[in-house]
């Protein structure tokens, strides 16, 4: 019998059914997840143990209200934008609207200020396709304003 602990073959279908796991529950996975599932499979399954307790099991608020405040506080850390638009692309899966989203991201402006909100703005900009209105006077182009 082979010892499942030093089969890295066996240690790799675990880690491999695991990422799937992760991706089935929370509708992503992030390349960290995906690369610490290979390199070090039970730091992984700790920190992923926290995540669920705090944001993936059913407790008392509802899984679109917890979308909305992991948008609110990637937004306000300022995460990578890929981060965020993996949250916002779950909360729109799970029913809630552009403008709701766009609505929890403007939580952060009094706080966290203008330049995290544009790192949260950009990413829902992006996810849902939203469009502005351009001048009709003559203007210096400002950009995107995070990270352009």
Do not use: C
Request: glycine share 8%.
């Amino acid at each position: 019998m082979t010892d499942q602990s030093t089969d890295p073959t066996r240690s790799n279908q675990d880690a491999q059914s695991y990422v799937d796991e992760m991706a089935r529950k929370r509708g992503y996975v992030l390349d960290y997840h995906k690369v610490m599932a290979k390199q070090d499979f039970p730091v992984l399954q700790a920190a992923n143990h926290l995540v669920s307790a705090a944001y993936l099991d059913q407790r008392t608020l509802d899984r679109r209200t917890k979308e909305l405040i992991f948008i609110v506080s990637l937004t306000v850390m300022r995460a990578s934008k890929g981060h965020i638009q993996s949250h916002i692309r779950v909360a729109l899966d799970l029913g809630v609207s552009p403008t709701e989203i766009l609505e929890a991201i403007e939580i952060s402006l009094p706080e966290a200020g203008i330049v995290a909100f544009q790192v949260g703005f950009e990413a829902w900009r992006e996810v849902v396709g939203a469009e502005g209105l351009e001048p009709t006077v003559a203007v210096h182009e400002g950009g995107r304003g995070s990270g352009d």
